[in-house]
């Protein structure tokens, strides 16, 4: 519990990643009370008129209108819920998989834990989003689906991580000593070794939740995001598809930048947490060497026998 | 003639909070040419410090605060960047400890040495490359070596590499900061060895930085014994030896083993060196001296010459 | 460690990653809900001796893996007689399957686009990594100052741009000053000579362009970290005391050192790169494998799907070795033998 306040109090005088939390946080704000600060409701079914489609910005539809006649701001609202949704539960099952096999691998090692890097190397090798698209499109659409496919596909580099890191944990004192007094392996796991890896899986935690939006909004975009459901790449999916010989910046853009706008939170969060939880070096041998001499002037102190000294 | 005047240098190291830790603290001291000193005390005593403080070769944090560095005449000190470069290695080399990642391990090692030839002297490829062999037979590695890669070299061999790439560009001064650490003591006799034969063949001077006083004593014409970041005492070999006056010089010979007297116990000093963010306000050896006075912890005792020679910061007795 | 024991250790892995593709490959367009393979013979599209052929070479109508009864039977030869096997069988041969859209062999649809996106990718990935690399270089050695922080923050957000996402931009910026869709103008062909070649060039800018900024950040990324340790090693002071200056040390010292790791990273990225080049392929409509990919998806042709699936994995496969290669012959301490 301690260190994660020191975490804390370091984090919050980082201002890259305090920024990172606002901006993470505002989308928050926005997917929570979206029923509250959505002019309109996308689901409902209204009557358009042809002048209505893909109507520019003004006062009535601050965002404009998509190619149904739509009001785009309301469905970017809403559409936060999606990707924050997808974002959450994918990243924390890769999370949780990459932990256990990480933390199995790890402190077992032998055949076993050889036997899951094999495994890691393997999906390594596999391109991503084109197994993504496979699976999808074999199995069909939908959030679950999709949360599943994503989050069974990004676990690996966190397994990877979780295991070196117990490598070297397993070796020091404080196990060595619980293993003398008795501890089983598992009592060892959760209490000894998986309380200093949580900060690292933390920071990786909140990369991998940018990772899963923008998977989502891939996948979605490709055209094999949940139909029943507005996200930010199924409104660029619609867009490209029907607006982009019109022109409609105010249908193709927003839902990108929304994308950009949270997954840059996450990631500046993320590398700060990085940071703080695993420092780099902050110097190196090539620096500008010019204030290594600072002689104070007249700071000559006393001591005898100056001069000749033999 | 002296040929490197150290006046009054001190060094600190900046922390993240500003704090400035007084890592040296006025260490003077004059090298002949053609004589050796040996820089003797515990890890952490500074003497890394001050050697990286004469090149200009201190880490990021570090700031040289005062003093002059004068190689014949000149202050280093008071040379731009470029200036300096020239004085590197070109007239003051420097061995460091630890030999193990000091040489570029996906470079061969005779384009190592060959490479800090070509920087100082206007010299091609191939003559470079003749030097380099010169300087691998002058320090007993075979030629064809030249063609590996650091980590095809024993220990004792890439310091000897590092050696003579020392004296790739001929220096005045060789600064060999503790040449024969993690060296089991086959090697380490070979390169002190090596290194007094470097000596008289090349009239060479050598600074020696080391907590062994043994080997101080068959390489340095002179000594130079600090403790936390100061000088406690600065004498001739002969005078450090026979009639040593400072209680930390004393104590260091007596943590030696003694050939001609085998049975004799070991002493070892109790107590830490002091750390450098809590100075004590007098003499810093005071904690751990045996001889202490009431003076001692309240002022600290300044760098006396008791006489021609022989230099001592101690409270004298009846103080 | 030894050079040939390396390669043979990381050949073998390759191969036998090979072989998991593959099955793995075989057991997804079968296994999951929706029998991809079944679909096929029932699709009206195909004519009856196109539907035959494929029953054929495919065993379609054998077991999928394993025949039990005829192995009760004693017949063991008779019991692999299945549709792995004649999968397996048909893919030494080169065979792919038919495609659902167009009805031509997927091998030959495959080997006609696959330059496309070849060069596609080798252009971005060559100038992301010369970029990348030079960028986190800089931002390495100048730690700690405003060009180091302006160069991670543009790294950083880069990072959280979807390629798709900054290829529409640069669409829009660029929609009539460069082509934005296609491989040439339509009608143009390559007998026009050079002036085709011109015009593809120019319908390369885009892609290219899209690719190249979005995998700059993970490459700057990772040099900055791999640099910051190069350059606080000790052999950097040594290079300082011998006199050499900043630019001499960072040339023949530091840059070597830096770039070995980058070898592994690129290999290893290679997975992502592909998936860039799918969604740019997509915005772009270049008629590559990407595209390709794309359209047998909307279109549920699933023979094309496998197959593209199946080149890109052995092409990222084969990468990664040759990544292997390239990095025990760098790096000296991987010794020859």
């Known amino acids: 519990m301690k260190q994660f306040k020191e975490i804390w109090r370091t984090f919050r005088r980082r201002p890259m990643g305090m920024l990172g939390a606002l901006l993470l946080l505002s989308v928050v704000f926005v997917a929570i009370f979206a029923p509250w600060l959505a002019p309109y409701d996308p689901k409902a079914a209204i009557a358009v008129k042809p002048e209505d489609l893909l109507t520019p910005p003004d006062a009535e539809h601050l965002l404009g209108r998509d190619d149904a006649g739509k009001d785009v701001l309301s469905q970017l609202i809403y559409g936060a819920r999606v990707s924050l949704t997808v974002g959450f539960a994918a990243s924390f099952m890769s999370m949780f998989i990459g932990t256990v096999v990480g933390l199995v691998s790890g402190y077992y090692g032998g055949r076993i834990g050889n036997a899951l890097m094999r495994l890691v190397d393997f999906l390594l090798v596999i391109p991503s989003l084109p197994l993504m698209l496979v699976f999808i499109s074999i199995w069909g659409r939908g959030l679950w689906k999709i949360i599943l496919v994503i989050g069974i596909l990004g676990w690996t580099f966190n397994a990877r991580l979780v295991r070196s890191q117990v490598l070297s944990i397993k070796e020091r004192q404080f196990v060595l000593r619980a293993r003398a007094l008795g501890a089983g392996h598992l009592r060892i796991i959760v209490r000894h070794v998986f309380p200093q890896v949580l900060p690292l899986i933390l920071a990786e935690a909140v990369l991998s939740i940018s990772d899963a939006i923008i998977a989502e909004s891939s996948l979605s975009f490709l055209g094999l995001g949940d139909p029943m459901l507005v996200s930010w790449g199924m409104m660029l999916n619609f867009a490209f598809e029907r607006a982009i010989s019109r022109m409609a910046w105010w249908f193709l853009l927003p839902p990108g930048f929304a994308i950009v706008w949270v997954s840059v939170g996450l990631i500046m969060m993320g590398n700060t947490l990085e940071e703080i939880v695993n420092p780099r070096l902050k110097t190196h041998h090539l620096f500008d060497p010019r204030c290594m001499v600072a002689r104070i002037a007249g700071a000559r102190p006393k001591v005898e026998a100056e001069g000749a000294m033999e | 003639m002296a ?40 890890s952490g005593c500074g003497k890394t410090t001050a050697m990286l403080g004469v090149l200009r070769l201190l880490p990021a944090e570090g700031r040289i605060v005062s003093g002059e560095v004068l190689y014949e005449g000149v202050d280093l000190l008071d040379l731009s960047e470029r200036e300096m470069r020239n004085y590197r290695w070109g007239k003051i080399a420097l061995v460091f400890q630890g030999a193990m990642n ?14 800090a030839i070509m920087i100082h002297e206007s010299v091609d490829k191939t003559a470079a490359r003749k030097r380099v062999g010169e300087l691998l037979d002058m320090v007993g590695i075979t030629r064809e070596m030249a063609g590996q890669y650091p980590h095809q070299y024993s220990g004792g061999m890439r310091q000897r590499a590092m050696i003579a790439m020392a004296l790739a560009c001929s220096p005045n001064i060789l600064i060999a900061d503790e040449p024969t650490t993690a060296l089991d003591v086959m090697i380490q006799a070979q390169i002190l060895d090596l290194l007094q034969n470097l000596q ?75 750390p450098l963010d809590a100075l004590p306000p007098g003499c810093r050896f005071e904690p751990r001296c045996y001889c202490k006075k009431h003076i001692c912890a309240a002022e600290s005792p300044p760098l006396v010459a008791v006489k021609p020679g022989h230099y001592v910061a101690c409270h004298p007795d009846g103080g | 460690m030894q050079r040939s024991d390396y390669l043979i250790r990381r050949t073998f892995f390759a191969l036998a990653t090979l ?45 999928i893996f394993f025949d039990g009864e005829r192995l009760r039977e004693g017949d063991v030869a008779g019991a692999f007689d299945t549709q792995f096997t004649a999968y397996v069988r048909a893919l030494l041969r080169g065979n792919l399957g038919i495609s659902f859209r ?62 798709f996402f900054l290829g529409i931009v640069l669409l829009l910026l660029a929609r009539g000053h460069l082509p934005v869709g296609g491989m040439v103008v339509p009608g143009l062909k390559p007998e026009a000579g050079l002036v085709y070649w011109v015009d593809v060039g120019r319908h390369l800018i885009l892609p290219t362009l899209t690719m190249t900024i979005i995998y700059t950040s993970s490459y700057v990324l990772i040099m900055r970290s791999t640099a910051v340790e190069v350059l606080s090693e000790d052999y950097i002071l040594t290079a300082k005391a011998k006199g050499l200056n900043t630019f001499q040390i960072l040339r023949d010292h530091a840059l070597k050192n830096a770039m070995l790791p980058m070898v592994t990273m690129v290999a290893l990225n290679l997975g992502y790169t592909v998936g860039g080049a799918i969604q740019v392929e997509t915005v772009f409509s270049w008629p590559g494998i ?14 094309v799907l496998q197959g593209v699936f199946l080149l890109l994995a052995v092409s990222v496969i084969a990468a990664n070795l040759l990544a292997d290669i390239l990095y025990s012959v760098l790096d000296p301490r991987v010794k020859p033998e």
């Open chain 3, 102 to 163: 167009s009805r031509r062999d997927v091998a030959e649809v495959l080997a006609e686009r696959v330059w496309r996106t070849v060069v596609l990718v080798a252009g971005a990935e060559t100038l992301a990594v010369v970029f990348g690399m030079a960028l986190g270089l800089v931002s390495a050695w100048r730690r700690g100052t405003r060009l180091e922080m302006t160069i991670l923050l543009w790294a950083l957000f880069s990072w959280g741009l979807p390629t």
């Open chain 2, 3 to 42: 040929i490197l005047q150290v006046r009054n240098l001190s060094v600190n190291y900046l922390t993240d909070d500003a704090t400035a830790l007084r890592a040296v603290e006025d260490v003077s001291f004059s090298l002949d040419q053609g004589r050796s000193l040996g820089l003797v005390g515990e």
């Open chain 2, 200 to 274: 008289k063949e090349l009239e060479l001077s050598i600074i020696l930085v080391t907590h062994d006083l043994g080997m101080v004593a068959e390489i340095c014409d002179d000594v130079l014994v600090m403790y936390g970041g100061k000088t406690a005492e600065y004498a001739s070999v002969d005078l450090i030896y026979n009639e040593s006056l400072h209680p930390y010089t004393q104590r260091l010979l007596q943590a030696f083993p003694d050939v001609d007297n085998p049975t004799s116990t070991l002493a070892s000093i109790p107590g830490y060196p002091p």
């Open chain 2, 102 to 115: 000091a040489l570029n391990p996906v470079r061969r090692v005779g384009d190592q040495i060959a490479e």
């Open chain 3, 290 to 303: 990407g595209r390709l990919m794309y359209d047998a998806v909307q279109l549920r042709d699933y023979p």
């Open chain 3, 19 to 63: 072989v998991a593709v593959v099955v793995f490959n075989f057991f997804l367009f079968r296994i999951l809900p929706g029998d991809p393979v079944k679909a096929i013979i029932r699709s009206p599209r195909l004519t009856t001796a196109a539907r035959e052929k494929l029953r054929v070479d495919f065993g379609l109508d054998k077991p």
